[in-house]
């Protein structure tokens, strides 16, 4: 997808790279990254979406149709939604980002266009495939990538803590000896076990 994506760009600017947010150009392909619209993470809920709804969302994450060439600037606040397109091809931005220094040139080439996509006349057709309006949409409602991975993370902490929770129970049932043992440790582990109980 990435070349594909690339190519588009360079296409339609005139055998040069344009941002497909704020539209900052370069010859270099280096200065762009490709951005995903919808992440890999959500690459089932996608093909759902796309079996039930012919035409309206790319059919897998790698489909031209999910990508955008973006600066390092927009990348960054596209990929944290501070960033958002809408459906109509309308910019917004959070007022965090409105306020970071970083984010100020790219904001300004925003505001000059009049906060919309330079592919707004090309969302849901078939000329240059770029995100549909519902992918757009869709987007918005979705966590970040980065959160999303954090949740999973946070999802594979916790059940690690069970585990530990359960091995932690069994070894103080099944050692009464152990207690004996070492009073103070165990002791504790005890009554940390009984607070846990308790909640
Ligand atoms: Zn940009």
């Not at 994450?61 to 600066?71: F, Q, R, S, V």
Request: charged fraction near 35%; include cysteine; charge should be positive.
């Amino acid at each position: 997808m990435r070349d594909r994506v690339k190519a588009r760009n360079f296409d339609m600017n005139g055998n040069r790279y344009k941002c497909d947010i704020c539209r900052i150009e370069s010859t270099n392909a280096k200065d762009f990254i490709n951005a995903y619209l919808i992440a890999d993470a959500f690459a089932k809920q996608l093909r759902e979406k796309s079996r039930e709804s012919g035409g309206k969302f790319a059919d897998s994450p790698g489909n031209t149709t999910n990508g955008l060439l973006l600066c390092r600037t927009c990348d960054v606040m596209f990929e944290g939604h501070d960033l958002e397109v809408s459906g109509k091809g309308g910019i917004t931005i959070s007022k965090e980002a409105m306020k970071n220094p970083s984010f100020k040139d790219a904001i300004n080439r925003i505001k000059k266009y009049k906060y919309v996509v330079p592919w707004k006349d090309h969302i849901d057709t078939d000329v240059f495939q770029f995100p549909t309006s519902a992918m757009l949409e869709w987007r918005k409602t979705l966590p970040t990538a980065l959160s999303k991975r954090a949740l999973e993370e946070m999802g594979e902490y916790q059940d690690e803590v069970s585990d530990d929770e359960k091995v932690e129970e069994l070894s103080f049932r099944g050692e009464p000896k152990a207690e004996k043992e070492n009073g103070e440790m165990k002791t504790k582990k005890k009554a940390r076990t009984d607070n846990k109980r308790k909640r």
